[in-house]
């Protein structure tokens, strides 16, 4: 098994971690440097055959359109749609009886859906949108807590040709605002609530509040989850009980699959970006679906029997390739879990392993240097036996962290599949496959038809060791289209620096074994606890609050949350700075944005570092803050 760098399965450089022959026999991907070899020499005959292992109306007549640079198509031609793949074609084999979802609420409730039962459920719904007047391309707005609706409602849209635009329940306010009005949503799906570390998130709440803001939307679709009072406007408002129970949706039970052209809209999703308000990443049915299904089979090697954990939120993008479509379409069984890891007590996931038998666990650095605080003593009162693989996704997990979760959690048994990827690539770019040897801390290598470079600022590859631009030198099937509604921002933020190089927005350096380590974002944007945030988002909602006259944010390094929100403001005249005002802030970013936005720290200043065209230079207030040189000022105004 050898590279061009060497074999990945003995004498890698730096402190390296085998599988076991067990592991290597049972995998997948046996030999990974056989099907890279593969895939390099001939990208399109492998991305096709990879593809063929999925349903399709009608086979594509071109792999690859590169005509018309950047806007790459995939699978020119072809007739499907990812819900085939995902329900209809499981349903029509053995699996209609096999667990689709296993579903744990915060408050220990369980809920349990077949492949046959998921699909009944998907169809009454794609049904109520339908009598909503939902047609093709409409969007759907669907802002939930993570309980099986939000599945639901996500696959009944996507079923009938709509595009879903789900929106992470942690966001607020005036991020939900933004999304709803940009996205033009026909309809949005919420609930009465979700449970959150013991406590009760009103989401209708801020969609009532989010909505006073917005022309609004026809219809909201309200499941009840809490029980708790909300307002309900008539003629707006419905409840999901009751859509679901009406004569027409009863008596119709099914509803037919649209067929969509490979390269029609499956989902935007609103991620944060360099500059102004965030952008929507849109994916499309064809190409998406066969980038997910082939990267989640490779890289964590599912089977039939296995029990798959996803810890991610669905609003991510974590959750929509990796907790809702890949799964479903590998015809995996999943666990999704409500609420929070601590609840009520620092072993809830370890439970959740030991009481459905979770094979394979993907989650995030935050949440493993979070619940390693507590100790070990909290996993070792739990039989982990059922685990045989583990996976790490969101931030640079930090070699110490690592190291935890391989002893604590694999009990050194079960490899970690460090998958390094992005809202915008839709699927793993960089990540281990099983028979490989791992380095804590590094992704390891891209995956088979993928080619990643880290390359210097005149774009030539960097030496090994030395730190550089990640750029992606080839398209993939399940990369981003466009952004919606903004196509020059698609090509200026990606495609603009190394003419025909995606840029990741990541910092990076490859070592001489060709594993790559992600070293953290080089743009504004701020991975708290994994989350994407904008610094430009979190500056307007400062100044949004009638004390401040100006802001800036940063992100800086943080012991559990990998990156914390620092932010400084400039008040108005006459504002009085004081601690009660901090805490006002705070609380006004948390409303505005989220409680993931919450800055951990917020300074006051007279001035900020600014170039001689008015824009914050965000990199000296990091270096101040860190107490390192400043660099190269001669641009800075004051
Ligand atoms: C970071 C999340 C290091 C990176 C799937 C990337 C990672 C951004 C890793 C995308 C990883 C994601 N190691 N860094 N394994 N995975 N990142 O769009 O900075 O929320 O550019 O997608 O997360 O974040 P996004």
Redesign the pocket.
């Known amino acids: 098994m050898m590279s061009e760098f060497g074999s990945t399965l003995s004498g890698l450089q730096g402190e390296a971690y085998y599988p076991s022959a067990e592991v290597i026999a049972q995998a997948n991907v046996p030999d990974p440097e056989a099907l890279r070899k593969e895939a390099r020499d001939n990208p399109e005959a492998y991305w096709a055959k990879r593809a063929s292992e999925l349903d399709w109306y009608a086979k594509w007549d071109k792999v690859l359109d590169d005509s018309n640079k950047p806007f790459y198509k995939w699978f020119v031609g072809g007739k499907t749609n990812i819900v085939a793949n995902a329900i209809d074609r499981h349903v029509k084999s053995w699996r209609r009886n096999k667990l689709a979802l296993i579903w744990e609420g915060e408050k220990g409730d369980v809920r349990t859906f077949s492949y046959h039962a998921l699909a009944r459920e998907v169809c009454k719904f794609s049904n109520v949108l339908k009598s909503m007047g939902v047609t093709k391309g409409d969007r759907v707005t669907i802002y939930m807590p993570r309980i099986p609706e939000t599945v639901i409602a996500m696959l009944a849209t996507a079923k009938i040709g709509a595009v879903h635009s789900v929106v992470y329940g942690g966001f607020s306010v005036e991020a939900l605002h933004g999304r709803i009005e940009d996205s033009e949503s026909k309809v949005i799906v919420t609930a009465d609530g979700g449970h959150m570390n013991g406590k009760v998130v009103e989401l209708k709440k801020i969609v009532d509040e989010a909505l006073k803001r917005t022309a609004a939307p026809e219809n909201v679709v309200v499941v009840k989850h809490i029980g708790n009072q909300i307002n309900m406007e008539a003629g707006r408002d419905y409840w999901y009980h009751e859509l679901m129970a009406m004569p027409i949706v009863r008596q119709q039970q099914r509803c037919e699959t649209e067929v969509m052209d490979s390269e029609d809209p499956l989902y935007i999703l609103y ?1 944060s970006g360099t500059t102004g308000k965030p952008k929507a990443i849109l994916h499309t049915h064809g190409g998406y679906q066969v980038g997910i299904y082939a990267t989640f089979k490779d890289v964590f090697d599912i089977k039939e029997e296995d029990r798959w954990w996803c810890t991610a939120d669905p609003g ?3 959750g929509h390739s990796y907790i809702v479509y890949a799964p479903l379409i590998a015809g995996a069984t999943s666990v999704m879990y409500e609420g929070a890891p601590t609840f009520p007590f620092p072993d809830r996931w370890w439970s959740i392993i030991e009481k459905y038998g979770v094979s394979i666990m993907y989650t995030t650095p935050t949440a493993i240097r979070g619940l390693m605080r507590f100790g070990a003593q909290w996993p070792n009162r739990h039989d982990l036996t059922s685990l045989r693989l583990l996976g ?6 930090n070699p110490e962290a690592w190291r935890w979760f391989y002893k604590n959690i694999g009990k050194e048994r079960c490899p970690i599949m ?6 915008e690539t839709g699927m793993f770019m960089i990540a281990p496959m099983p028979a490989m040897g791992l380095k804590p801390g590094s ?1 390891s290598r891209p995956l088979p038809g993928i080619e990643a470079e880290v390359v210097d600022e005149d774009g030539k590859p960097a030496k090994a060791g030395d730190e550089g631009f990640l750029v992606l030198k080839r398209p993939w099937p399940a990369m981003v289209r466009t952004v919606y509604k903004d196509p020059d921002r698609f090509v200026k933020t990606y495609w603009s620096k190394y003419p025909g190089l995606y840029l ?3 910092s990076c350096r490859k070592d001489a074994d060709g594993y790559f380590w ?1 070293i ?2 080089v743009d504004d944007v701020i ?1 708290v606890s994994g989350y ?1 945030l904008g610094t430009a988002e979190l500056e307007s909602a400062l100044v949004s609050h009638p004390a401040v006259a100006e802001a800036a944010v940063i992100g800086l390094p943080h012991e559990i949350k990998g990156v914390a929100i620092y932010a400084y403001a400039i008040l108005k005249a006459n504002v009085e700075a004081n601690e009660a005002l901090v805490d006002q802030l705070k609380q006004h970013v948390a409303h505005e944005v989220g409680p993931i936005a919450k800055p951990e720290r917020i300074e006051f200043v007279a001035s900020l570092p600014k170039t001689r065209s008015g824009k914050i230079m965000r990199r000296v207030l990091k270096s101040r803050a860190l107490g390192m040189d400043e660099g190269d000022l001669t641009t800075l105004e004051e």
């Open positions: 991620t991510w993008v974590t790490s996704v969101g931030e640079p997990i460090d998958t390094w990827w992005q809202t992704g990741a927005g990541d992600i953290g974002r991975k994407r």
